[in-house]
């Protein structure tokens, strides 16, 4: 008789560390590269603040969309139809509340200053991200990895 004929919880094997790493390493590593540019004192792309502006959204987008990707994909690993809509608005959310907490760091850093627009612009960008997996045809996906759509 198994555990589970007793009434007892089934046991799941293990989770090895590499599984871990290979899940949540690309999300820390983004995260990391994020606080690290956000770090720096000034970091401007212009003097010139019509093309600055433009380039910070479009920056933003892209970077919180590369975000909600690698979250979307750590948060569903080893899920047996890929991921779900319940994922895919915890990455999402996981995504913009890192964008708050990096605003909110950045208050700290000299001259920077945090704005409540960029945290709309990682919005943006992590729903975007979302949308693009969603979007990726199944036969460009890698075989033998998570299946990035949904079950």
């Known amino acids: 008789m198994t555990g589970s004929e007793h009434g007892q919880f089934p046991t799941q094997p293990p989770t090895s560390m590499a599984r871990i790493v290979r899940a949540w390493g690309p999300v820390v590593v983004w995260m990391g590269l994020i606080f690290a540019f956000s770090a720096q004192p000034g970091l401007r792309v212009s003097d010139d603040p019509g093309v600055d502006?433009?380039?910070?959204h479009v920056a933003h987008v892209v970077v919180y969309a590369v975000l909600a990707m690698a979250l979307l994909r750590a948060l569903s690993w080893g899920a047996p139809n890929g991921w779900t809509?319940?994922?895919?608005?915890?990455?999402?959310?996981?995504?913009?509340?890192?964008?708050?907490s990096d605003e909110v760091h950045q208050t700290y850093v000299p001259q920077r200053t945090g704005?409540?627009?960029?945290?709309?612009?990682?919005?943006?960008?992590?729903?975007?991200?979302?949308?693009?997996?969603?979007?990726?045809p199944r036969r460009w996906r890698r075989r033998g990895s998570v299946d990035v759509g949904p079950g």
Not at 53 to 56: F, L
Not at 87 to 98: K, Q, R
């Open 53 to 56: 502006g433009p380039i910070r």
């Open 115 to 136: 704005h409540l627009v960029d945290v709309g612009w990682d919005l943006l960008g992590a729903a975007a991200g979302v949308v693009t997996l969603r979007l990726v």
């Open 85 to 100: 809509w319940r994922h895919a608005v915890l990455a999402i959310s996981l995504a913009v509340l890192y964008g708050v």
